[in-house]
């Protein structure tokens, strides 16, 4: 299941390249080329990226290597690179795994241990309790 994370490929999010990159926009289309891929065009990425490097791959840095693939005019020139930045642990998009490679990692214990309810030494701040959120802020010297 795809989570609600933002696509760091989307149109939206391009102010948050540029900031990356601490660049003009003119870097910035030195080095993003975007491609539309379909879902299989998708899941043939996910299949090579283990066959040929035993890389797990969740679905969007799946979709990130396809795109790679298919701009590859970019990516073989002389000195072209790709760097490829994997979205979410793999381990978080064993379904999507299963369904092409027909394996998934195992959960990190650190993700595990994400994932576990908190209990909380005591009572949580009460909505209408203004006052001691602005004691917590406060004392955190954001300003």
Not at 16 to 23: C, D, G, M, S, V
Not at 77 to 95: F, H, I, M, N, T
Not at 97 to 114: F, K, R, V
Request: hydrophobic share 45%; net charge negative; glycine share 2%.
């Amino acid at each position: 299941m795809k989570n609600a994370q933002p696509d760091p490929a989307s149109p939206s999010n391009i102010e948050r390249l540029e900031q990356i990159f601490k660049a003009n926009s003119l870097m910035l289309r030195s080095f993003v080329y975007p491609a539309a891929v379909s879902e299989k065009e998708i899941e043939a990425a996910c299949k090579k990226l283990f066959m040929q490097y035993k890389v797990y791959a969740d679905h969007d840095t799946a979709a990130a290597y396809a795109a790679v693939l298919k701009r590859n005019d970019v990516a073989a020139e002389e000195d072209g690179a790709v760097v490829l930045v994997a979205r979410d642990s793999p381990a978080l998009s064993k379904d999507f795994l299963m369904h092409n490679l027909g394996e998934s990692p195992a959960m990190p214990n650190n993700i595990t241990e994400a994932f576990k309810p908190v209990k909380l030494d005591k009572a949580p701040i009460a909505p209408e309790d203004t006052d001691s959120v602005i004691s917590i802020l406060n004392s955190l010297n954001l300003f």
